[in-house]
């Protein structure tokens, strides 16, 4: 992303991979028919997939480094739980645009898709044995997301980089605007609801017991209490919690493949073998497998909401 000074202040230019560019046509659409908070997009060149942006701040995690304000976390998790509820019967408009479909009833087979590449998860660390087990807990996985799927939640959008540093706040209003939104999927909502509260309880050493982190609890599930209430919603929570490796496995292989030509099989390796990016994608099939081996598929009890999320390594 590029930023540049104007007479009328600054704006951004981002030139997004092709096989992200569906980011200009959902900022748009949220930003136009839901009054989401998102980019305000200013102009446009659909053929080299870039636009220009508004500026709106600076992100959130800055904001905290000097002045931890956990208030604007559960700010951010409000406006965002709220566009979610607004867009859910929307989401075939959304996959008609190509958005990918990672619904419950899908997640099985992807997740068999991503196993069957064994040459790919051997060159991240995972052994011949451990493949063996992912592969044996393909109906395990089948089960849980039809026992997520009987909480009846409606299934909707989900950024699958959602974190404070994708969020920017104005200084003078407090505006949040959340951004990139390319990585996104139609997938159960509290998947990426997961992934920001236990990124931020990592970063900001918060635990489950915390006050604030309760807070954050309330905030995720509140607009599904119509469901059921909260202890049944805290169990559809836990039990998304255990999926979640997956969901973030996916989203990080789409990212990968998205970035890099597949054919450049030299490149590709080289984003597997630097820093943060080596044993990640090991890293969340492990998660999965020490949460989910030798367990009923609704046992929870190895499940803690505050464990890392962005933080897991090979």
């Not at 609801?193 to 900001?204: D, N, P, Q």
């Not at 997956?246 to 450049?264: D, K, N």
């Amino acid at each position: 992303m590029t930023r540049f000074l104007t007479s009328n202040g600054v704006v951004y230019l981002k030139q997004t991979p092709p096989a992200l560019s569906i980011e200009l046509k959902i900022t748009e659409i949220l930003y136009e028919k839901f009054h989401a908070p998102v980019p305000e997009i200013i102009d446009k060149n659909k053929d080299l997939s870039c636009f220009l942006m508004k500026d709106a701040g600076i992100p959130l995690r800055e904001i905290q480094k000097s002045n931890f304000q956990p208030d604007l976390l559960t700010k951010t998790l409000q406006k965002y739980t709220n566009l979610q509820v607004a867009v859910q019967n929307n989401i075939n408009s959304f996959l008609e645009l190509g958005m990918p479909d990672w619904r419950l009833e899908k997640l099985p087979l992807l997740y068999q898709r991503m196993v069957n590449k064994e040459a790919l998860l051997k060159r991240e660390g995972l052994t011949t044995d451990e493949l063996k087990a992912l592969h044996k807990l393909h109906p395990i996985i089948t089960a849980m997301c039809e026992l997520l799927s009987n909480y009846q939640i409606p299934e909707t959008l989900n950024h699958c980089d959602f974190h404070d540093n994708n969020v920017l706040i104005e200084s003078d209003t407090n505006n949040l605007t959340i951004i990139d939104w390319g990585e996104v999927v139609i997938s159960h909502p509290f998947f990426s609801l997961i992934s920001f509260v236990s990124t931020s309880a990592y970063r900001y050493s918060i635990t489950e017991t915390d006050k604030i982190f309760i807070e954050w609890e309330d905030v995720c599930l509140e607009n599904w209490l119509n469901l059921g209430v909260k202890s049944s919603l805290l169990g559809a929570f836990r039990l998304a919690k255990k999926l979640w490796p997956i969901y973030s496995a996916l989203g990080y292989y789409r990212l990968m493949i998205s970035s890099h030509s597949s054919s450049l099989v030299d490149e590709l390796n080289e984003w597997f073998s630097i820093g943060r990016n080596k044993g990640r994608l090991a890293g969340y099939f492990r998660v999965f497998m020490n949460t989910s081996e030798g367990l009923a598929p609704d046992d929870i009890s190895r499940i803690n909401l505050a464990d890392p999320a962005r933080a897991i390594r090979g």
